[in-house]
């Protein structure tokens, strides 16, 4: 059995983080035992000639048991054209399961060895996502607080993180979902290059943001499974995590860069036009109320969204 572990870095955003999220994956692979060959892939999409991200890896590498790679992109790729270039390399090396995590992730011991167990004992299953809890980094706290327990699909094409926001109860252990959070997956990967888009699994025009619920709407019309692993559990310092409320959710969408309620804007419209067209006509009705909302919502409160319209049409030919 081959297991890949990937990861991307990006710039500053990464350094804080990545010699817990090391630390704590080296814990939960020792718990795999023998049997499974493990390659780590490290990916750094900083973009430029910063080498913080590179000297912790390294450095992980150096007391790692595993084998290590890191792969300087020398730009950013963005996360889903990244992630194909290390879910090709998983593929070269004959890797029968691929384990996704961000870096500002913290993984329980058992976490990976719960996921490997799900997906390895049930081949109708292409996907499993961990229990996400919140993990408040600043305060170096670990909350019960869902983070996510996988995504789920509501009319209209909105996405959401299962349970996100929520006190654990395990209430939703048991639920059913559409695929897995970006923020932490693993696939088993003969399964997963039945979705690919052309010549990618994950789809490049998503640079980031969104992508997940785009593979997970393309996992859910195969009828690939995902399913929620409860006991591997982990936490997720998300800062733009719902915290419940119209205004909170404003104001967190306020303090987002620029740049990000860009990306985000934009594919929430591709996610619009390339699967609108496969909804029921209620959820297609929804699809259009939203594009009309968007564009008022961007007239008059975003205006610097406006110039992603451009973007949109253009790519919407391609899709459509």
Request: aromatic share 14%; glycine share 4%; hydrophobic share 40%.
């Amino acid at each position: 059995m081959k297991l890949v572990v990937a990861f991307l870095c990006y710039q500053d955003s990464s350094v804080p983080y990545l010699s817990d999220f090391l630390s704590s994956l080296n814990l939960a692979l020792a718990k795999l035992g023998p049997e499974p060959e493990i390659l780590v892939l490290a990916g750094d999409n900083s973009g430029f000639n910063d080498r913080r991200n590179e000297s912790i890896i390294k450095n992980f590498k150096i007391n790692s048991k595993y084998q290590v790679e890191y792969i300087d992109f020398k730009t950013n790729l963005g996360f889903a054209a990244a992630y194909n270039r290390l879910l090709d390399k998983a593929i070269h090396k004959q890797a029968e399961y691929f384990l996704m995590l961000n870096p500002d992730i913290y993984l329980e011991t058992q976490s990976i060895n719960k996921l490997l167990q799900a997906v390895d004992s049930d081949k109708n299953l292409t996907a499993v996502c961990p229990k996400i809890y919140r993990w408040d980094f600043e305060n170096k706290q670990f909350t019960n607080i869902i983070d996510s327990c996988g995504l789920r699909l509501k009319p209209g094409l909105r996405f959401y993180d299962l349970g996100q926001g929520e006190l654990d109860c395990g209430q939703f252990d048991k639920a059913k979902i559409i695929g897995p959070s970006g923020a932490a997956a693993m696939f088993r990967l003969s399964q997963l290059k039945k979705i690919d888009t052309g010549a990618e699994i994950y789809d490049e025009k998503f640079f980031m943001y969104k992508e997940d619920c785009d593979l997970a709407y393309r996992l859910n019309i195969n009828n690939l499974s995902t399913a929620l692993v409860a006991e591997a559990i982990c936490y997720h310092d998300r800062s733009a995590a719902k915290q419940g409320g119209v205004w909170h959710t404003w104001r967190a969408w306020q303090g987002r860069s620029r740049q990000t309620r860009s990306w985000s804007f934009v594919n929430q419209h591709l996610l619009f036009i390339k699967y609108r067209h496969l909804e029921p006509i209620y959820s297609r009705f929804l699809v259009f109320l939203q594009i009309g909302f968007y564009f008022l919502f961007s007239l008059l409160l975003a205006q610097f969204l406006l110039k992603d319209y451009y973007y949109i049409r253009k790519q919407s030919r391609s899709l459509d």
